[in-house]
């Protein structure tokens, strides 16, 4: 059984759609994973001079989070996966949740998508995939975002002429 962590961006249905190439028929469980309002706050650092219903907003994020694992779990269904979906809310780290998922479910793999964000963006932002990749006890398979695979098809095919041009010089 396969792991798809899904978060609903073009990314993630892009990672569906590929890793459906890699493992056709395979069982998944396709993971979207939420956090409690109170846990977000405190992670922004920002605080509330407000009063906030806290268990109505966890509720409506929890929703959101089965609707998208649904609505992932159908996009997986389509590229050929008997899949599932599954929503689990984040106790830590989102890393932390898709380990902890996939260690529960016993999967086999972990599949994830990546912006690839570089620089100062991954710094600040963090990467989920990296973490994952970092911590996980199983194989994991990070799909690269459609947008750096053609950047980097475009930097690497200037090389490859870059390489050809020298060695006709030669």
Known sequence: M???AYDGSEDSKSAIAHAGTL???QRAVVLTVWQRFVDTMARAGAGLAVVVD???IDENAE???TDRAAEGAELAQRAGFDAEPRAAMVQSTVAA????????????????GTRGLTGVKSVLLGSTSHG???HADRPVMVIPSPKAVAARAKHHAH?????RNRHLQA
């Open 132 to 134: 994952v990749v970092q």
């Open 159 to 163: 090389h490859v002429e870059e390489n």
């Open 2 to 4: 396969i792991l798809i």
């Open 63 to 65: 929703q959101v989070a």
């Open 97 to 112: 949740a898709i380990i902890t998922e996939a260690s529960e479910l016993e999967a086999d793999a972990i599949v994830i």
């Open 54 to 56: 806290y268990d109505e």
């Open 23 to 25: 493992f056709p028929n």
